[in-house]
């Protein structure tokens, strides 16, 4: 467990596990406060669900989420081996990294039959990705894998089980109006990331590939194993869900509540997976909201949770919006939804649990994070690999330290 972090925000985690070692140079950069841009407001259309406690009324928003969806504009043609393949993009100041990846495509041949790829086709897909997370060290923090997370659950997280809509099989995120939607601000980083892996890999589905790239990062950034199945198939347009289905960090416990019992989660579960703020940082530019959650953004751990109780948090005085700002050294943040973890008496007492025992948490996580890459996934989509993974067992792929390590 990590003990509470008080120290100046140069300094480095002293214990880093071994597969989290090639971080811990960037990991030691302090992550400063960046420049901050006031974005134009708009609303977000939410999804109506009738009247559940903490549902959004339609509407109410942070507003500064949707810069995005006013900039629209940009119309991307993707030529894959499997075909030409139209999609919308939104509109991003990030490198496009439409190239091919180094591997160069694999050849017909050699793809699993039927696409039926086993555990050693999917590790190669693992591996492939995994050697991109650091292609660019100028990107953010130097790595991928915080936004490849949040793609894989923005992908995912949209499932509704009362209609039985929306989740991770369709990668219905390719189209507009999904691409636009305020929270998917950014996440054409992601998505341009994996189109080369695509490319090289052409049997693998977008729906299977960016929970794929989910499971890598957390991996390789030092989480727990995540146990994972192949199976998603890709959608059309029209399957994309209705905005408003994501949460709104602007917002309270109810709110939380209403987004992810939506998703069938319960309140431990929410708070297990509010976790993955460990990972990554807030960019004004998507968001609106700035900076990281804890001083090693590259490090999977239950720094958060430690951080969240332990350190002061007061708002941060900004020309953005409301968000908090740690007394000890005002590098780190924690949104408005952040802090209702520490005010809901219910999801505090779980706060509390993580923040003592790592290992729980990653024992917690690593179920959940499974779980919600799958939702929206028909059983009989995995139940097709069953010849090739053991009747239904999940893949756990293997990290780039125990492949060297082997
Ligand atoms: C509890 C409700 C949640 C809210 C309100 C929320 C909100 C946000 C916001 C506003 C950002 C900043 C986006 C940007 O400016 O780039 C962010 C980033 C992130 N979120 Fe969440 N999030 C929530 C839950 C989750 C969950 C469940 C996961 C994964 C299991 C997750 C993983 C991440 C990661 C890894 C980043 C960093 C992305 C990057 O560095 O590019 N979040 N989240």
Redesign the pocket.
């Known amino acids: 467990m990590a003990a509470l972090r008080t120290v100046a925000s140069t300094s480095l985690r002293s214990t880093l596990r071994p597969n989290a070692a090639a971080t811990a140079r960037r990991s030691a950069q302090a992550p400063s406060l960046r420049a901050t841009r006031n974005l134009s407001s708009s609303r977000i259309v939410a999804e109506q669900q009738g009247p559940v406690k903490g549902s959004p009324p339609p509407a109410a928003d942070s507003g500064v989420r949707t810069n995005r969806t006013a900039l629209f504009g940009g119309l991307a043609i993707a030529v894959l081996a499997g075909g030409a393949f139209a999609f919308f993009g939104d509109r991003d100041d990030r490198k496009n990294l439409l190239d091919v990846g180094r591997g160069g495509a694999q050849s017909a041949a050699s793809w699993p039959k039927d696409g039926l790829g086993s555990q050693q086709d999917y590790q190669k897909v693992y591996n492939a990705i995994s050697e991109r997370l650091e292609i660019d060290p100028k990107y953010?923090d130097g790595s991928y894998g915080?936004?490849l997370?949040?793609l894989a659950?923005h992908s995912s997280?949209t499932y509704d089980k009362h209609t039985n809509t929306g989740g991770s099989n369709g990668a219905t995120m390719r189209f507009a109006p999904e691409s636009n939607h305020g929270a998917n601000?950014?996440l054409k980083a992601a998505r341009d990331f994996l189109e080369p892996i695509k490319q090289q890999f052409p049997w693998v589905t977008y729906s299977d590939l960016w929970t794929l790239g989910g499971v890598v990062a957390i991996q390789e950034l030092g989480g727990p194993k995540i146990p994972w199945r192949p199976g998603r198939s890709d959608r059309e347009a029209n399957f994309c869900p209705p905005e408003g289905r994501l949460?709104?960090?602007d917002k309270g416990s109810d709110h939380?509540r209403w987004?992810f019992y939506k998703m069938g989660f319960n309140d431990e579960e929410?708070v297990a997976?509010?976790g993955?703020?460990a990972?990554?940082?807030?960019?004004s530019d998507?968001?609106g909201?700035d900076g990281p959650w804890q001083h090693s953004?590259l490090s999977f751990n239950n720094e958060y949770f430690t951080l969240l109780l332990n350190e002061k948090w007061h708002v941060r005085k900004w020309d953005g919006p409301k968000q908090f700002q740690d007394a000890s050294t005002g590098g780190l943040m924690m949104?408005p939804?952040d802090m209702a973890l520490l005010q809901d008496k219910k999801f505090r007492k779980q706060v509390e649990k993580y923040a003592k025992n790592e290992e729980l948490f990653f024992k917690d996580f690593q179920r959940v994070?499974s779980t919600?890459l799958e939702l929206g996934v028909p059983q009989e989509n995995f139940k097709r690999f069953e010849p090739v993974n053991e009747s239904g067992k999940p893949y756990m792929l293997k990290t780039t330290a125990e492949q060297e390590n082997a």
């Open positions: 953010d915080p936004v997370v949040r659950w997280g601000a950014g949460p709104d960090a939380l987004v929410i997976l509010s993955a703020h990972l990554g940082r807030c960019h998507r968001s909201f953004p949104l939804t994070f919600l």
